[in-house]
């Protein structure tokens, strides 16, 4: 029973186009988070909610934006989809940092 | 200059060998130290987890942490084939919901 789960795993979409990558947890935690690794393997924070409330929103462009109807689901939307958009997408949760955070296994976002 | 500063490798060493794995930091008032692991195509997973400086065990890890020196040290003993993967510092201010910075990683192979 997957902790955090993502989907889609993969998407390769055209430029322009708008998307979202959903996102589930069923650990109970409290904290959700969006990051985005990039082809150098660096993890960079977007967005986090607190029980549903956001808390942290990074220098991300408007495109982006995150939505968190309940504590186990935080969703993103993409508008406009840009080709420096292409990386993979993580989502995580916590309960508190004492433990660190439960990754997903990542979605690949390509645009062509 | 990145708040987190990690060397990317690759490192290749023999299985058996002991493997130092770094980070250096600028922002003092990082407290929680964290190492995670990340296999190829999946998400990155807590390895190990220390509050300011000292050392801490598990197994055949061994994590250090010199806030003097803002450093923090992972190592790994009698290295196995299974421990091929990506390597990332991170880092955090407090322990409540705030976000954790991560090191670029670096890319780790043992060699059979």
């Known amino acids: 029973d997957t902790a955090v789960s993502q989907t889609p795993k993969y998407l390769v979409t055209q430029m322009g186009n708008d998307k979202s990558i959903k996102c589930e947890q069923n650990?109970?935690?409290?904290?959700m988070y969006w990051y985005k690794q990039d082809s150098k393997k660096f993890l960079k924070i977007m967005f986090s909610?607190?029980?549903?409330?956001?808390?942290i929103n990074e220098t991300v462009p408007n495109r982006f934006s995150p939505k968190s109807p309940d504590k186990a689901h935080l969703n993103l939307h993409i508008n406009s989809l840009e080709l420096g958009d292409s990386a993979v997408y993580f989502c995580a949760s916590s309960q508190g940092q004492k433990y660190g955070y439960t990754f997903g296994s990542g979605t690949r976002l390509t645009v062509v | 200059q990145k708040e987190v500063e990690q060397d990317p490798g690759p490192l290749s060493v023999p299985e058996g060998a002991i493997v130092s794995l770094n980070c250096t930091y600028s922002?003092?008032?990082?407290?929680?130290f964290m190492w995670y692991r990340q296999y190829s195509r999946k998400g990155p997973e807590l390895l190990m987890y220390?509050?300011?400086?000292g050392n801490k065990e598990d197994g055949r890890f061994t994590a250090q942490v010199d806030k003097s020196s803002k450093y923090i040290s992972l190592f790994i003993r009698d290295s196995q084939p299974s421990d091929s993967a990506t390597y990332l510092c991170a880092m955090s201010v407090s322990s409540s919901a705030s976000k954790i910075i991560f090191g670029s990683g670096t890319r780790l192979s043992i060699r059979p």
């Open positions: 922002n003092s008032a990082f407290q929680y």
């Open positions: 909610y607190n029980n549903k409330e956001l808390i």
């Open positions: 220390t509050y300011s400086s």
């Open positions: 650990l109970g935690h409290d904290t």
